[in-house]
């Protein structure tokens, strides 16, 4: 009887001491899946979320501080609270939730519903070992979306002793996308099962339906009477629903292409079609900027432009008084009005030889002035120094006046327009220019928005609504 005794309570304690052995390995295997998670996704701390802190988590955390690895550990009704403050305040972090119960998963799900962007940090859901495995039918075949992930968002999830991470992403709102990523084991640690990028992994929409929202006559996207969807952008988005297995629903096009209106402290156009959620995707030359990046995603650049301001071209017909001074520089002037001053003094010490007078300097001037205007002398003098003299300014004059007869009709033949301003602070100074621009255009918003005083400054020339 004794020996029976003995013997059941030596069962006992080695049952008990291996249950703490077997629930140690857990705890360990755990936290090398952790950290080889966070160095996966090279986020900046960990955080531990859960509906109550627990040893577990202090444990965890002492051995991530010995590793120089921030820790933080959170509830989830402090996760919703703090959860903007983490954004401002963190880089990437890696969120670490553990689910064994019903209740941790419905608080958890009710967490993510008030979580805006899940793509902003990595998650880890690890689904607990408890008996029965209540989440097993959740965590195998996830049904709608529970967690409320985007199509960004990165989560991986641990499925019991399953050795394959799952990735998890939202295809819709009502949909979830699986991914095999990766295989996990304490020994080998984490083994991808794939070399493909975010973008690859996630191709297949699984025939889901997307509303297609799209500005009226777009110049690069149009839609027949037929439905037949042409331009440029139609045809790449026929290819990508081809390629992404995913079907379209065109909505009627609208006017606008987004803005933000004060007054009604709402997006307008496609852009406030895409933030209500009105619609899924926008086919159209939309400009990046930065108010609308905050609160719609786009592709990449396809072209890259500029923006310009435009005036009707000025008159090029009309000539004005000081158009006749324009077939010589100013400099050829000058040399012109030199010569005739130094030949009429030049004249005037020729023939007065010893008596030099204001009045000869004079008649002199006039002179050599009416030669200049292709008029002929009164008298021509009988010296033959001053014939000389006379001659050679006669050729002068006969030279110069046929350079610009030839000058000034080239000048009224080949017109050039000449703009009257050629910056952005001679149009504001002009003032006769009234600015027209696009209603909700990215042009308007650029100007709106500019902290540039020169930009802010073209808004006062902003034509008014009722002179249109």
């Known amino acids: 009887m004794k020996y029976t005794t003995a013997r059941s309570i030596t069962t006992l304690l080695f049952a008990l001491a291996t249950e703490v052995l077997a629930e140690r390995v857990d705890i360990n295997n755990y936290f090398r899946l952790i ?23 202090h444990t965890w955390s002492r051995e991530f501080s010995r590793r120089r690895v921030m820790t933080m550990t959170v509830t989830f009704a402090d996760l919703v609270s703090g959860y903007n403050k983490y954004r401002d305040t963190i880089v990437r972090p890696l969120f670490v939730v553990l689910l064994d119960t019903s209740e941790a998963m419905s608080e958890f799900a009710k967490a993510t519903r008030n979580i805006k962007p899940m793509s902003f940090p990595a998650w880890l859901v690890v689904f607990l070992q408890r008996p029965g495995n209540p989440l097993e039918k959740y965590c195998r075949h996830p049904a709608g979306n529970v967690f409320n992930v985007d199509f960004s968002t990165l989560m991986l999830v641990k499925c019991y002793d399953q050795p394959i991470l799952m990735e998890w992403y939202g295809v819709h709102d009502n949909h979830t996308g699986t991914f095999k990523l990766a295989t996990w084991s304490p020994s080998k640690g984490l083994l991808l099962r794939t070399r493909k990028s975010l973008v690859a992994r996630r191709c297949d929409m699984f025939g889901e339906k997307f509303r297609v929202a799209s500005v009226r006559e777009s110049p690069f996207f149009s839609v027949e009477n037929g439905g037949t969807i042409g331009g440029f952008l139609g045809l790449l988005l026929i290819e990508l629903s081809r390629a992404m297995n ?12 987004g803005s933000w209106n004060q007054q009604r402290n709402m997006w307008t156009g496609v852009i406030g079609q895409l933030v209500v959620g009105k619609a899924d995707i926008g086919v159209s030359e939309f400009t990046l900027m930065p108010g609308r990046m905050d609160v719609v995603d786009f592709t990449l650049p396809l072209i890259h432009s500029r923006s310009r301001l435009y005036f009707k071209q000025p008159d090029s017909t009309d000539v004005h008084w000081s158009g006749y001074f324009q077939a010589f520089s100013s400099g050829i002037w000058i040399m012109i009005v030199t010569i005739i001053i130094t030949a009429s003094i030049l004249l005037t010490v020729m023939k007065a030889k010893k008596c030099f007078s204001a009045s000869l300097l004079f008649e002199n001037y006039m002179r050599v002035w009416g030669i200049f205007c292709q008029q002929s002398l009164s008298e021509f003098p009988n010296e033959l120094s001053m014939r000389l003299a006379f001659f050679s300014i006669y050729v002068s004059a006969f030279i110069i006046s046929s350079a610009y007869s030839a000058s000034l009709i080239s000048y009224l033949t080949l017109t050039t327009v000449s703009l009257p301003f050629s910056t952005l602070e001679d149009y504001i100074k002009d003032g006769s220019y009234k600015l027209i621009i696009t209603k909700d255009s990215v042009d308007y918003d650029v100007i709106k928005v500019s902290r540039i005083l020169q930009i802010q400054k073209i808004l006062n020339l902003k034509k008014t609504r009722n002179r249109f």
């Open 35 to 57: 950290s080889d998670v966070h160095k996966y996704y090279h986020t900046s701390c960990v955080i531990f979320a859960d509906l109550d802190t627990t040893t577990l988590m």
């Open 246 to 257: 995913f079907t379209m629903e065109i909505l009627d096009p609208v006017d606008a292409y």
